[in-house]
């Protein structure tokens, strides 16, 4: 990890999913239920601590989706969901990625979860970089980093835990 430049560490990473919790918990309160669907890989794990964090200070049912989506090609692959799609009818969802770079993967993401009737759809990225190609936009930011589009931003959890920047 020498030559990567490390912008958040491990407790500090840990803190803004904490925020980030307390966000998605006050903008909706009074729902009985939230669907968290997370992208794989690190959009899922952000979405595990998302959801433990929000049951650890609200009484809100949190039931996890993940999605995996060929990140390099979206539009010619199939987006697995690990539940049925359905599920996700009439409530309130949060979609989380760890790095919203062009917004392309949120927004076919997005694009399959509005096949079904959602009560409200919201996006959790734990870095924005700001650099929208496609008409999305996150909601909920941990961090908001000004980068150059050849800087690359990765968001590692485990061993070496925290975002770098290289």
């Not at 307390?22 to 952000?46: P, Q």
């Not at 062009?102 to 870095?127: C, D, E, N």
């Amino acid at each position: 990890m020498s030559d990567k430049l490390q912008v958040l560490n491990k407790n500090e990473l840990n803190k803004k999913v904490v925020r980030l919790a307390w966000e998605v918990y006050e903008k909706n309160v009074e729902e009985k239920e939230l669907m968290i669907v997370g992208i794989k890989a690190r959009g899922v794990e952000l979405a595990k601590r998302l959801s433990l964090a929000i049951q650890s200070i609200s009484n809100i049912k949190i039931t996890n989706l993940d999605f995996t989506i060929d990140k390099r090609d979206p539009l010619n692959s199939d987006i697995i969901s690990s539940k049925d799609i359905e599920d996700c009818n009439g409530k309130v969802v949060i979609l989380v990625d760890d790095v919203l770079n062009s917004g392309r993967t949120l927004s076919y993401a997005a694009k399959k979860l509005l096949s079904v009737p959602l009560k409200k759809l919201s996006v959790l990225v734990m870095v924005d970089r700001n650099h929208n190609s496609y008409p999305i936009k996150s909601d909920h930011v941990g961090l908001l980093l000004s980068t150059t589009l050849q800087e690359h931003v990765n968001v590692i959890f485990g061993q070496n835990e925290g975002v770098y920047l290289s």
